[in-house]
């Protein structure tokens, strides 16, 4: 089992930045990839970044250039740096672990979620 606490979240006029953070307890954390998903209101869940162990990364369309995702196997701990936010970068943000496959968008080929941090941009 894997359990993944996010924090970071808050609210943050637009333009300005954030750092997620994303511990994992558990199963030995630098050996699978991780992820970011955010779910606005009223939306699907959403891919955003991911990072491989390795620390191989690719990004949204919708994120690329504004948000860096990281990762410290040392702390077990994942980032996100959300640089020059919008409105539409507003919803809760998870966590997630262990995909089925190396690249995959989809929520639900990912094992592990944490509880989401919510993130408002206000403009």
């Known amino acids: 089992q894997v359990q993944l606490v996010e924090s970071g979240g808050g609210l943050v006029q637009a333009g300005g930045s954030l750092r997620l953070s994303c511990v994992a307890a558990?199963?030995?954390?630098?050996?699978?990839?991780m992820a970011w998903f955010r779910q606005a209101a009223g939306k699907e869940r959403e891919f955003v970044a991911a990072?491989?162990?390795?620390?191989?990364?690719y990004y949204a369309d919708s994120v690329k250039g504004r948000f860096t995702m990281s990762r410290d196997n040392v702390k077990n701990t994942v980032y996100l740096q959300m640089n020059y936010l919008n409105h539409e970068d507003t919803a809760v943000y998870y966590c997630?672990?262990?995909?089925?496959?190396?690249?995959?968008?989809?929520?639900?080929?990912?094992?592990?979620w944490g509880q989401g941090t919510q993130v408002t941009v206000s403009s």
């Open positions: 558990g199963r030995t954390f630098g050996s699978f990839p």
């Open positions: 990072i491989s162990w390795s620390g191989d990364k």
């Open positions: 997630a672990a262990a995909p089925k496959r190396w690249g995959t968008q989809r929520p639900d080929e990912y094992d592990y």
